[in-house]
């Protein structure tokens, strides 16, 4: 080549090496970027959702351990307002062990009252469930029925039958549901011994595993973990008031149509009622059984359409008021949680359902605001426990070494 001419240029691409004369285009760009874009989704979905399946597949395995820390959560999101105002008058040991002595009180109480009421209303109870049984078969023999008389007594028979020819069945699985109980009181008692150390110790615990982790990822963990915890408790006191307001109303409303076993039906409402839309109907429908066996098929009904008018107080008044400002879910994607939950793992599956998922969606929030605060402000509006980056921390040591008297004098002027 002679000296100072120039290399001849060959027409290709901008930023990549010239393709030989006569060669073919790769193949990618012969892909349309529309399906290179879908295909980059769908692996990546393709992992996230082998990964959820794996966590769903060890949850379930440690599904004990799992269940007493959700239910140490669940306690300490309930006492933790108590405790803190009992430490600011004593020693937050001491107010951790009031706590529990007093809740203990409460429930032992309630259930104490539940079990004296049955015992009084039992032997009222029964009779008004034998006259019961014979107006309910009455009113099924007229209109607009017209069953054959002694249906009602023929299903009872038919139902002791039953229990007379599987009889050991019904022993085995008694056994094994005292093994169930087993594993409950287990698990409860793993439950009380982590929210007594959550309630006592929770905030240095929380410090601790943040230092665990990189320096730079803290202040998400931080805000993230924070907004976890704020929409947890939030649903789980909310929750609680929604239940025991439904139990009240639905007591209420028992006392006034003269059912029995009021208190024992209010404690059940309070427990069905921490399932989000199915919980209460189912409660309310066991309710009307017990009204159209000792009061009538009128009563029955009246107590049927309890679970429209609670439905609507609590979809309608409850929720907006009081789990509006914490959970912020469409009754559609709550609906979805229930029902995915109940399919994955049955009752308890339906109740934590909703509330993992408000904390999932409280933690994307959390992080979607965080990254646009970050884009919006630029690099300098990070966090503060950010540490500064490479490229920052090498423009400030320049201009150190260059001004040092103005950098001094910057210092002392603070």
Not at 211 to 228: K, T, V
């Amino acid at each position: 080549m002679p000296l100072g001419s120039r290399r001849p240029r060959v027409a290709g691409r901008r930023g990549g090496p010239a393709a030989p004369a006569g060669s073919r285009a790769p193949s990618a760009e012969r892909v349309p970027s529309g399906l290179r874009t879908a295909a980059g989704y769908a692996w990546r979905l393709g992992l996230l959702g082998i990964g959820a399946y794996l966590a769903v597949e060890v949850l379930t395995r440690l599904e004990l351990p799992v269940i007493a820390v959700f239910v140490a959560l669940v306690i300490t999101s309930v006492l933790r307002p108590v405790v803190d105002l009992l430490a600011k008058v004593m020693p937050r040991s001491l107010a951790v062990l009031l706590s529990f002595l007093c809740t203990i009180v409460v429930i032992g109480g309630v259930l104490a009252l539940v079990g004296t009421t049955v015992a009084d209303e039992w032997s009222q109870l029964s009779n008004e469930l034998r006259g019961g049984l014979g107006r309910i078969d009455r009113w099924l023999t007229g209109s607009p029925f017209h069953l054959r008389p002694g249906t009602v007594t023929d299903l009872r028979a038919k139902i002791g039958d039953f229990i007379a020819a599987h009889r050991s069945t019904l022993v085995n699985t008694a056994l094994s549901g005292a093994g169930r109980a087993v594993e409950l009181v287990t698990g409860l008692a793993l439950a009380v011994f982590c929210s007594v150390f959550f309630l006592h110790s929770g905030d240095r615990m929380w410090c601790w595993a943040q230092r665990q982790l990189p320096a730079r990822s803290r202040p998400a963990w931080d805000r993230a973990g924070r907004a976890a915890w704020r929409t947890f408790a939030g649903y789980t006191r909310g929750v609680l008031i929604v239940a025991a307001t439904n139990a009240v109303l639905v007591g209420i409303a028992l006392a006034i149509l003269r059912v029995p076993l009021v208190l024992p039906l209010m404690v059940l409402e309070f427990v069905a009622a921490l399932v989000p839309l199915i919980g209460s109907p189912i409660a309310l429908a066991i309710a009307s059984l017990v009204a159209l066996a000792a009061r009538g098929p009128v009563v029955a009904l009246l107590v049927l359409a309890l679970i429209v008018i609670i439905g609507q107080i609590e979809g309608h008044l409850l929720h907006p008021l009081v789990l509006g400002w914490s959970v912020r879910l469409h009754p559609v994607a709550v609906a979805l949680s229930v029902t995915g939950g109940a399919v994955l793992g049955g009752v308890l599956g339906a109740v934590v359902a909703v509330p993992v998922v408000s904390v999932a969606w409280a933690v994307i929030g959390e992080l979607r605001e965080m990254r646009e605060q970050r884009g919006h402000h630029g690099p300098r509006g990070s966090s503060r426990g950010d540490p500064p980056a490479a490229g920052e921390q090498s423009r400030r040591r320049e201009g150190e070494r260059r001004r040092p008297d103005q950098a001094e004098g910057g210092q002392d002027g603070r």
